[in-house]
């Protein structure tokens, strides 16, 4: 349970990183902010954490995505 709370962590922390679009789309994570993020924060991952994260950015930016064509 404790490594899913990390994740979960690590991908809104992530997250926060992302490039603001004026349209309203989400745009899908930048693999050198993350690098460099990771590098300023002294943290690494390993790659199945990151091939996750950038799963789960799939699926939020397909939720979204949903969400805004239903309006």
């Given amino acids: 349970m404790r490594h899913v709370k990390h994740i979960?962590?690590?991908?809104?922390?992530?997250?926060?990183?992302r490039k603001h679009s004026g349209d309203g789309t989400v745009e899908p994570f930048d693999?050198?902010?993350?690098?460099s993020h990771l590098r300023l924060s002294n943290?690494?991952?390993?790659?199945?954490?990151?091939?996750?994260?950038?799963?789960?950015d799939t699926i939020y930016r397909g939720v979204c995505m949903d969400k805004w064509s239903k309006k």
């Fill in 8 to 17: 979960q962590e690590l991908f809104w922390d992530i997250h926060y990183l």
């Fill in 31 to 35: 693999p050198q902010r993350i690098e």
């Fill in 43 to 56: 943290r690494t991952i390993i790659p199945w954490e990151y091939t996750l994260i950038l799963e789960m």
